[in-house]
């Protein structure tokens, strides 16, 4: 028996000793034994007929723990070949100082950037959306909501709010949103965003392939045109285990002005 085998029959120990349904406990199990780095991204999971025999469970049980962490991307199935710990994402590197596309930055990366749409379409503005935008109850703004994809990998959902007097029809935007404000002169010059952490909740974990409750980062971004006019309000997940934010820091000039946040 190889070496992953035998740490995950060791982290299988368990099973059975609580009343929660075993499959649950075999997942957790699983997962705990990914989480500590007893088995790693690659290491192949020992056959359906094996775990069974040795956690004393039966095959079905096994099944659908390992179909269920197939689902939330802890464990991927190659066809013919079994069942293994999903790779671990490639870290993309995002500066906090430039103001970029999604499109741009993965471009920028060689990966081939698409996007799922989730919603697009005109409506009344919430009261936030109001506030941001500067829009009264009687006008409408254009909502884009997008999971963006990279080389096939989900990395964030996107929800963007534009004015509608600036995107009267959001289905103008194909591939990149700020193509499409570029197009029309409205492409923003500058942005403040606002990251914070947050604990995925199931329907957006499953979008993005990853256990619910993951880490991930929420970033707002409100973006300027040149005149100082609000254009975009877009707020984003990322996924904590594929990106880092990095921010180039100076010391403030004499005048304390610079490093000021706006
Ligand atoms: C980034 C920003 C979003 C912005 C998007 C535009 O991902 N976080 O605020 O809307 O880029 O990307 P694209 O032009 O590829 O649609």
Redesign the pocket.
Known sequence: MDDAAERIFAALRDVSQSGAPLYLQLKKNIEDAVRRGLIGPGDALPSERDIAAQADISRVTVRKAVQDLVKSGVLVQRHGSGTFVAPRMERVEQSLSRL??????MARRGMA?R?QWLERGVYPPSPDEMMVLGLSASELVSRLS?L?IADETPL?I?R?AISASVLPDPRE?T?????ALGKTGHRPVR?VQRISAVNLGGAEAKLLVVPEGSACLQ?E?I?YLASGKVI?F?K?IYRGDAYDFVAELRLPGPDGQEGDIA
């Open positions: 970029t596309s999604f499109t741009e930055d950037a996007s997008r963006r964030a996107e963007a935007v591939s990149s949103l700020y193509m942005a970033i971004r973006s975009e877009t984003s």
